[in-house]
């Protein structure tokens, strides 16, 4: 199975839904800003909130209440 940074690189996509939780919601922050810097590597990401580039649109729509992810540049991802 593809992961999905590969797939999105293949159709070319202009933007991303996330529909979800705050860890969802989260993910597709951190996938818009891989496939905008060409990098499928998370650590590059790290830091994300001083990045003014470019990133793919992202349209977050939460399904659970009270973790604020879609109202926010930030995300948390820990990568064991």
Do not use: C
Request: hydrophobic content about 40%; aromatic content about 4%.
């Amino acid at each position: 199975m593809k992961s999905l940074f590969t797939r999105a690189k293949q159709e070319r996509i202009d933007g991303l839904v996330s529909l979800g939780g705050g860890s969802v919601l989260d993910s597709g922050k951190a996938l818009s800003l891989m496939l905008a810097r060409d990098s499928s590597d998370l650590r590059d990401v790290e830091n994300f909130e001083i990045y003014t580039d470019r990133v793919l649109a992202h349209i977050a729509i939460p399904t659970t209440s009270g973790t604020g992810s879609e109202s926010s540049h930030s995300a948390v991802i820990k990568d064991a």
